[in-house]
């Protein structure tokens, strides 16, 4: 269970960033102030005048123990004389509590424009509010705090807010860790991509990466170019060269911290180096932790054919860490929606699962939040490593996975389309015409992503674009091999001779 406590003087924007936290987190936010409020069927001010200051306090306690004895997830702003009182202090030590600090001339810029409804500073009030921080000060200071620049609080600011507040209170220790077993080991929890990278000897990583978590790198690490030119031979070189300069032996782990070219080239690499070293992947977007880091696969693009060479080897571990998402563009967690729902469509029958996870995309890009998130990816998992076990090595249903692939990586490497969104073009290509009503769904909600390439499904092809097709990698001599869906949780293979492709 999550409770965390926001504590501060008047004016630090405790409500604001109490309000944005439970959002982002997907949890009930409660304000003692409110509370008290609503309670007395009056305002601060008329209960101070009214019931007097002693009332008031009576009441903000009772309101924060009220906080701390419910049965759910919350975090909770607390009124600013709330750690006046020892008992009130004691309590909160007890769980994860963050002071909001402020200087006074920031405290009294934001309280310019309420004054009136602040009792204890009428008259003078900036130094009635001086002498009130000077008495709190101490009793503030018992707890760790953060400052906080601004209260534009965007997606990646809260999950930097977040991974702060983790640093400096037991905030992470109330999340329980999700771990889904099969040929290889996940591990899905917030904060744990911080955790891993830390204690990692041997670090693969790309240029926003590193830029992003440079704080994370204290121990060897080799960064690589971002996007598809990471998945380079020239880039593989740099590995090995890398690895064998530091002597590093096969029983070392080597980690992939990145997005789902990191994870390719990672275990690549690792598969080769000394004919095969340990190796965990730790993928930073949603579309390498519901795929690309799955299932063992690993390869480079060769002569614009994407992932043409590899192999299949598992890691010893995936952790995926649902907050670094959020430090990624929107476009980009539409990219990993899109293979998250296609694994649905091919593993459920039922309409409740496949609706449920629909619903869940369309919350994210509606109002993300990281209950919804990690619900996501869960599922996703679950879904995706239920093939790989049951085909580890693509003999036969993990071919399935491949809906929508065959187009879709063309358009990926002629268009320089990401991805998950040329995915969902080869999708539609596949799956138009379909009438169930559940893959109609699901194929508006991937129209509605690719509006900006729709066209692309109406090109003529060029003789290019047909040598990408041919060379497919799950092609064989004569034919060309396409996934198709008859109805949901039903895939089917389709075989084309070669000659017949247009």
Known sequence: MIKLFLIGMPGAGKSLLGRKLAEFLGISHMDTDDMVEKRAGKDIPDIFNQLGENYFRKMEEEALWDCISMKEDMVC???GGIIEKAENRAVLEKFPTIYIKKSLDELYKNLCSELEKRPLLKGDSKENLEKLLQKRQEWF????????????????????ILYEIEEKTPL?????????????PVVIKPFIAKKHIQKSEYVITSKTVYTIYSPLFINESLILPDGESAKSQDNLQKIWSFLISKTVSREEVLTGFGGGTITDITGFAASTYKRGMV?????????AQVDAALGGKNAINVEGIKNVCGTFAFPKCVYIDPLVVFSTEMGEIENGLIEGLKVALLVHEDLESLNAQLQLAKRIIEKPDLLSMSQFIQQAVRDKMKIVNSDPFEKSKRKYLNLGHSYGHVFESTFNIPHGKAVALGMLKMLNGKKDPMILDYCAFFEKIVKNHIDRLNIVWDEEMQKKLVNDKKNTKDEMVFIDLEKPGNPVQILVKKCDIK
């Open 77 to 79: 702003s607390t009124g």
């Open 141 to 160: 200071e018992l707890f760790p705090s953060i400052n906080l620049a601004h209260g534009d609080f965007g997606l990646r600011e809260l999950a930097s």
């Open 172 to 184: 992470g220790n109330q999340i329980t860790e999700k771990r889904i077993e099969g040929i290889h």
């Open 279 to 287: 190796f965990n992947l730790v993928p930073t977007t949603l579309l």
